[in-house]
């Protein structure tokens, strides 16, 4: 097991460097010169005065120096958590990703939380009673739920519980001007999450139900399980205990990889509610050009992506015995 | 085999040896007495068997030929913008006519997205799609009294009363809901114009009032206060008409308009579109000036003499003596194509404006042509949805296909080497492929977007977001065929192959290839519907395809706001609903082939 996990980390370091070298590529390919932004408020009235300072500029960002070494310096600067300078925010970029971190987080989790507590027992009964009316009339609503893009999800919310019925605000994360204790500050920002929240988990139903379905039916075909049965277990225990473990293996999988999924796809969600999360402020640097914080961003969606795979091949190796094998 | 076919099969044979004897079962071959369907055929049939996915495949279908063939009809202009025609309700109605004013219309005056119809009994009728404000300002009935003339402009409306009295209503921008003081007095009104932004009154001592959007419009009267006859307003001009048949420029700056052609002569009517004006003389010739756009100076032959003339935001029409119309000009909505029946009808006065015409005939019926409405409503500037709709699906359903194809051909070819070869080669494609899979997608997208996509041209940049989509979506396909070659490998034809000493190669393209097709079409077809998902959602965030280039998801771009989810829900409802059939459609049509193809996919 150990060998294992030490192969996944190598190899995972190694998927990291690609990245970001890709990365580096890409931030290079930005149309502008960093040297002449950085040195912008120096008067162009003396040419030679300004080229100094152009050089000085050029040597002090290292752009002087081959793009190997650029590189280099790049990531240990970004290993270091030194995500540089925020034009448009005048902050540093690692103090702006704090808070719309923390909001980004929560509404991920949450909606992995509630949607799994939904899917998973709907896809169970779904198994258990397959072709009947019921899993029919879900299988079909699935499908219109995975075809329907989050932002008609969120048209279509807002339409009827933001604008006709008025139960939830239009978007936004607070109340302007609301004041009050803790407890009633989280509430009114709770508030303002609600309907975001609702249409994320609405919008992820569709394929979850569709794959726990499919593993528990897969599961519930397996021999075992007509053994369980023939020693006379109850139902109750045949599903839950003997089927659903089994199925449990290709679900981990897939709420890992959905996981990361939605961390990129809340971008639509927080962009429409205007929630201040790192999806928002992606959109807001790129339309601002400010392309330090983007990069931060992705460097941090990166990790995330990394960091996921690695839970995946280890959970693997927890739920799976078969797997340390190899 | 179905239980029928299997039941017609036994009673044809009972029946031909009732009738031939014991012979002829001889000669039945193998296949005749037990039917054998290729693969094919049985995919086709458990296909057909599925209702579901038939129905979706309908569906698809009509909106595939819809959207491919369309455009060669509804043909979109990148560049079209029209601001009076902006966020128009569904309609087909703007020209029709209330059935009581059918039979004594006195007359018509037309504003931009409504129309104002005057009764011979002096009734005001309004219809098309007349904004909230001006329905809700208008003045009652009672309370004008017997109207005697309208006017209509942009979007507000002038009506005079038997006793003079000037009523003004609508949109209140410029002041033009309420009468200024120096018109409030006056009673000897004559005629009253509005335009875009503006009114004017002419009274029967030839005087000529005006108020409205005064920066556009910077109306001077001077030297001719006291022989005016008739004035017309242009979108940025207003030209007279004296008493003695000569016009006039009633500005102080000089543009287009106020370079009056000198050899007018005695002018007995004058009409203005938007940016032209047009004169005709008292010997029925018709001349145009001013800034001459969408071909409106090309008059056509016209047989007799004009006596009148009206004219739309970019057309005019004429009627001579005998009573014959002529309309030339812009003919986007079909509004200077004079329908054959109004040619041979008797004409005795013609209402144009903006985008519609309403012919009166001598026997006092109402006919009309040009711009009915716009079937789904129009756009926040103005564009008609349905075009765009029909548009933005072509290029939609494009950005789907090439991604889809570029990434079926990276995902086969990868996934079969890995396959096949293993070993090695196995390992490093299968890390390549975890690195593309671990992209975030979306932040990816957007950023490539953004910085490779501003600058380089649209047209490249509609194929950049197809490159995305397709480099960036082969890892599951890709995992599939791998798998399936795996399991394929091993079977005996691929020894048998080898034995014969064919390439290896060859050998997974053409011999085992084959065998794993149904997976690829089927994730093909599924992957088709979310590349077009992804790239709405690029396109709605602003990183794909961008204006004026229509797709699905960037006519949604300009719905983000509660102001248009609430008041131009065809905005955003169309386009949704569109997108989201289609993608269910081809889903369901997935799952169907999937179902169809394996049937124990079913049974699981």
């Given at each position: 097991?150990?060998?294992?996990?030490?192969?996944?980390?190598?190899?995972?370091?190694?998927?990291?460097?690609?990245?970001?070298?890709?990365?580096?590529?890409?931030f290079?390919?930005?149309p502008?010169?960093?040297?002449?932004?950085a040195?912008?408020?120096?008067?162009?009235?003396?040419?030679v005065?300004?080229?100094?300072?152009?050089?000085?500029?050029?040597?002090?960002?290292?752009?002087d120096?081959?793009?190997?070494?650029?590189?280099?310096?790049?990531?240990?600067?970004?290993?270091?958590?030194?995500?540089g300078y925020?034009?448009?925010?005048?902050?540093?970029?690692?103090?702006?990703?704090?808070?719309?971190?923390?909001?980004?987080?929560?509404?991920?989790?949450?909606?992995?939380?509630?949607?799994?507590?939904?899917?998973?027992?709907?896809?169970?009964?779904?198994?258990?009673?397959k072709?009947?009316?019921?899993?029919?009339?879900?299988?079909?609503?699935?499908?219109?739920?995975?075809?329907?893009?989050?932002?008609?999800?969120?048209?279509?919310?807002?339409?009827?519980?933001?604008?006709?019925?008025?139960i939830?605000?239009?978007?936004?994360?607070?109340?302007?001007?609301?004041?009050?204790?803790?407890?009633?500050?989280?509430?009114?920002?709770?508030?303002?999450?609600?309907?975001?929240?609702?249409?994320?988990?609405?919008?992820?139903?569709?394929?979850?139900?569709?794959?726990?379905?499919?593993?528990?039916?897969?599961?519930?075909?397996?021999?075992?399980?007509?053994?369980?049965?023939?020693?006379?277990?109850?139902?109750?225990?045949?599903?839950?205990?003997?089927?659903?473990?089994?199925?449990?293996?290709?679900i981990?999988t897939?709420?890992?990889?959905?996981?990361?999924?939605?961390?990129?796809?809340?971008?639509?969600?927080?962009?429409?509610f205007?929630?201040?999360?790192?999806?928002?402020l992606?959109?807001?640097?790129?339309?601002?050009?400010?392309?330090?914080?983007?990069?931060?961003?992705?460097?941090?969606?990166?990790?995330?992506?990394?960091?996921?795979?690695?839970?995946?091949?280890?959970?693997?190796?927890?739920?799976?015995?078969?797997?340390?094998?190899? | 085999?179905?239980?029928?076919?299997?039941k017609?099969?036994?009673?044809?044979?009972?029946?031909?040896?009732?009738?031939?004897?014991?012979?002829?079962?001889?000669?039945?071959?193998?296949?005749?007495?037990?039917?054998?369907h290729?693969?094919?055929?049985?995919?086709?049939?458990?296909?057909?068997?599925?209702?579901?996915?038939?129905?979706?495949?309908?569906?698809?279908?009509?909106?595939?030929?819809?959207?491919?063939?369309?455009?060669?009809?509804?043909?979109?202009?990148?560049?079209?913008?029209?601001?009076?025609?902006?966020?128009?309700?569904?309609?087909?109605?703007?020209?029709?006519?209330?059935?009581?004013?059918?039979g004594?219309?006195?007359?018509?005056?037309?504003?931009?997205?409504?129309?104002?119809?005057?009764?011979?009994?002096?009734?005001?009728?309004?219809?098309?799609?007349?904004?909230?404000k001006?329905?809700?300002?208008?003045?009652?009935?009672e309370?004008?009294?017997?109207?005697v003339?309208?006017?209509?402009?942009?979007?507000?409306?002038?009506?005079?009363?038997?006793?003079?009295?000037?009523?003004?209503?609508?949109?209140?921008?410029?002041?033009?809901?309420?009468?200024p003081?120096?018109?409030?007095?006056?009673?000897?009104?004559?005629?009253?114009a509005a335009?875009?932004?503006?009114?004017?009154?002419?009274?029967?001592?030839?005087?000529?009032?005006?108020?409205?959007?005064?920066?556009?419009?910077?109306?001077?009267?001077?030297?001719?206060?006291?022989?005016?006859?008739?004035?017309?307003?242009?979108?940025?001009?207003v030209?007279?008409?004296?008493?003695?048949?000569?016009?006039?420029?009633?500005?102080?700056?000089?543009?287009?308009?106020?370079?009056?052609?000198?050899?007018?002569?005695?002018?007995?009517?004058?009409?203005?579109?938007?940016?032209a004006?047009?004169?005709?003389?008292?010997?029925?010739?018709?001349?145009?000036?001013?800034?001459?756009?969408k071909?409106?100076?090309?008059?056509?032959?016209?047989?007799?003499?004009?006596?009148?003339?009206?004219?739309?935001?970019?057309?005019?029409t004429?009627?001579?003596?005998?009573?014959?119309t002529?309309?030339?000009?812009?003919?986007?909505?079909?509004?200077?194509?004079?329908?054959?029946?109004?040619?041979?009808?008797?004409?005795?006065?013609?209402?144009?404006?903006?985008y519609?015409?309403?012919?009166?005939?001598?026997?006092?019926?109402?006919?009309?042509?040009?711009?009915?409405?716009y079937?789904?409503?129009?756009?926040?500037?103005?564009?008609?949805?349905?075009?765009?709709?029909?548009?933005?699906?072509?290029?939609?359903?494009?950005?789907?296909a090439?991604?889809?194809?570029?990434?079926?051909?990276?995902?086969?070819?990868?996934?079969?080497?890995?396959?096949?070869?293993?070993?090695?080669?196995?390992?490093?494609?299968?890390?390549?492929?975890?690195v593309?899979?671990?992209?975030?997608?979306?932040?990816?997208?957007?950023?490539?977007?953004?910085?490779?996509?501003?600058?380089i041209s649209?047209?490249?940049?509609?194929?950049?977001?197809?490159?995305?989509?397709?480099?960036?979506?082969?890892?599951?396909?890709?995992?599939?065929?791998?798998?399936?070659?795996f399991?394929?490998?091993?079977?005996?034809?691929?020894?048998?192959?080898?034995?014969?000493?064919?390439?290896?190669?060859?050998?997974?393209?053409?011999?085992?290839?084959?065998?794993?097709?149904?997976?690829?079409?089927?994730?093909?077809?599924?992957?088709?519907?979310?590349?077009?998902?992804?790239?709405?959602?690029?396109?709605?965030?602003?990183?794909?395809?961008?204006?004026?280039?229509?797709?699905?998801?960037?006519?949604?771009?300009?719905?983000?706001?509660?102001?248009?989810?609430?008041?131009?829900?065809?905005?955003?409802?169309?386009?949704?609903?569109?997108?989201?059939?289609?993608?269910?459609?081809?889903?369901?049509?997935?799952?169907?082939?999937?179902d169809?193809?394996?049937?124990?996919?079913?049974?699981?």
């Amino acid at each position: 097991m150990l060998k294992y996990i030490a192969k996944r980390i190598l190899y995972i370091i190694f998927v990291f460097f690609i990245m970001s070298i890709i990365m580096f590529g890409i931030f290079k390919m930005v149309p502008g010169d960093p040297a002449a932004m950085a040195i912008k408020d120096v008067p162009k009235t003396d040419p030679v005065v300004y080229q100094q300072k152009y050089d000085a500029a050029r040597e002090r960002l290292g752009l002087d120096k081959p793009i190997p070494v650029q590189y280099v310096s790049w990531i240990t600067k970004m290993l270091s958590g030194d995500f540089g300078y925020s034009e448009s925010y005048r902050n540093d970029v690692i103090n702006i990703v704090k808070e719309p971190m923390g909001n980004t987080i929560f509404i991920n989790i949450f909606n992995v939380v509630a949607a799994l507590l939904i899917t998973i027992p709907l896809g169970i009964v779904q198994a258990v009673k397959k072709h009947s009316k019921f899993d029919n009339v879900v299988q079909v609503g699935t499908i219109v739920g995975y075809s329907l893009p989050s932002f008609i999800v969120s048209l279509v919310a807002i339409y009827f519980f933001a604008i006709k019925l008025q139960i939830f605000p239009v978007s936004g994360m607070n109340t302007p001007g609301f004041s009050g204790t803790g407890w009633e500050k989280f509430l009114d920002k709770m508030y303002h999450f609600a309907l975001p929240l609702i249409v994320m988990t609405v919008a992820s139903l569709g394929s979850m139900t569709r794959f726990v379905r499919a593993a528990m039916i897969e599961a519930l075909s397996m021999d075992y399980i007509r053994t369980a049965r023939a020693k006379g277990l109850t139902e109750k225990v045949v599903i839950y205990s003997h089927a659903f473990r089994n199925a449990l293996l290709p679900i981990i999988t897939l709420i890992i990889g959905w996981f990361l999924g939605i961390f990129g796809g809340s971008v639509v969600i927080e962009q429409i509610f205007g929630l201040n999360g790192l999806g928002k402020l992606l959109y807001t640097s790129l339309q601002a050009q400010d392309y330090n914080v983007v990069l931060a961003l992705n460097m941090f969606y990166f990790v995330i992506a990394i960091v996921g795979n690695l839970i995946t091949d280890l959970s693997y190796g927890l739920v799976d015995p078969r797997v340390k094998i190899n | 085999m179905s239980k029928n076919s299997k039941k017609k099969s036994t009673l044809s044979l009972i029946f031909s040896r009732l009738l031939f004897g014991q012979k002829e079962r001889v000669e039945t071959s193998v296949l005749e007495e037990e039917q054998v369907h290729s693969p094919m055929k049985t995919i086709v049939r458990n296909f057909k068997n599925n209702k579901l996915s038939m129905t979706g495949l309908i569906i698809f279908v009509t909106m595939f030929l819809i959207v491919f063939i369309g455009p060669n009809f509804l043909k979109l202009d990148l560049s079209y913008q029209e601001v009076t025609q902006q966020n128009i309700a569904p309609t087909s109605s703007l020209m029709k006519v209330p059935s009581k004013l059918k039979g004594h219309v006195k007359q018509i005056a037309i504003g931009s997205t409504f129309s104002v119809g005057l009764s011979d009994d002096g009734k005001v009728y309004t219809w098309g799609k007349p904004k909230e404000k001006m329905i809700k300002t208008m003045p009652s009935q009672e309370e004008m009294g017997k109207v005697v003339q309208i006017a209509a402009g942009l979007d507000h409306a002038l009506a005079l009363n038997s006793e003079g009295k000037l009523f003004s209503w609508g949109n209140d921008r410029f002041h033009l809901g309420s009468l200024p003081l120096d018109v409030q007095g006056v009673t000897n009104i004559k005629q009253i114009a509005a335009g875009y932004q503006f009114s004017i009154i002419v009274t029967d001592d030839g005087k000529a009032f005006g108020w409205g959007n005064t920066n556009v419009i910077d109306f001077n009267v001077g030297k001719y206060q006291g022989q005016i006859d008739k004035v017309v307003v242009a979108s940025s001009g207003v030209i007279g008409l004296t008493k003695d048949g000569k016009v006039i420029s009633l500005m102080t700056k000089e543009n287009g308009y106020s370079r009056i052609p000198q050899d007018l002569g005695k002018v007995v009517d004058i009409a203005s579109t938007s940016n032209a004006i047009a004169a005709v003389g008292d010997d029925g010739k018709v001349t145009v000036w001013g800034n001459i756009t969408k071909n409106v100076d090309k008059v056509p032959q016209i047989d007799g003499k004009v006596v009148s003339i009206a004219a739309g935001r970019y057309h005019f029409t004429a009627i001579t003596d005998d009573g014959k119309t002529y309309s030339w000009g812009a003919n986007n909505f079909k509004q200077s194509t004079v329908p054959s029946s109004i040619q041979k009808a008797d004409v005795k006065a013609v209402f144009s404006g903006y985008y519609q015409n309403y012919a009166i005939t001598k026997d006092g019926s109402v006919l009309t042509w040009g711009l009915k409405g716009y079937v789904f409503g129009s756009d926040g500037m103005g564009r008609d949805m349905l075009t765009r709709l029909i548009s933005g699906g072509r290029l939609t359903m494009t950005i789907g296909a090439i991604a889809v194809i570029i990434s079926t051909i990276i995902g086969v070819t990868i996934g079969g080497i890995s396959g096949y070869y293993g070993g090695k080669i196995d390992m490093f494609l299968m890390r390549l492929q975890e690195v593309v899979a671990g992209i975030p997608f979306l932040p990816f997208a957007m950023i490539l977007s953004a910085i490779v996509g501003n600058r380089i041209s649209e047209t490249q940049r509609i194929a950049l977001i197809m490159v995305i989509l397709g480099l960036l979506s082969w890892p599951s396909l890709c995992r599939l065929v791998r798998a399936q070659v795996f399991a394929e490998r091993e079977k005996e034809f691929v020894t048998a192959a080898k034995a014969m000493g064919v390439k290896e190669n060859l050998i997974v393209f053409k011999h085992i290839l084959p065998n794993v097709i149904s997976v690829i079409i089927v994730n093909a077809t599924l992957d088709f519907a979310s590349a077009m998902l992804t790239e709405s959602t690029l396109s709605y965030l602003g990183f794909g395809v961008i204006e004026p280039n229509p797709t699905w998801g960037n006519m949604l771009n300009g719905s983000n706001s509660g102001v248009v989810i609430q008041e131009y829900w065809w905005r955003w409802v169309i386009p949704a609903v569109a997108l989201g059939l289609a993608t269910i459609c081809i889903n369901i049509i997935g799952d169907g082939l999937r179902d169809a193809i394996d049937p124990k996919s079913q049974e699981r």
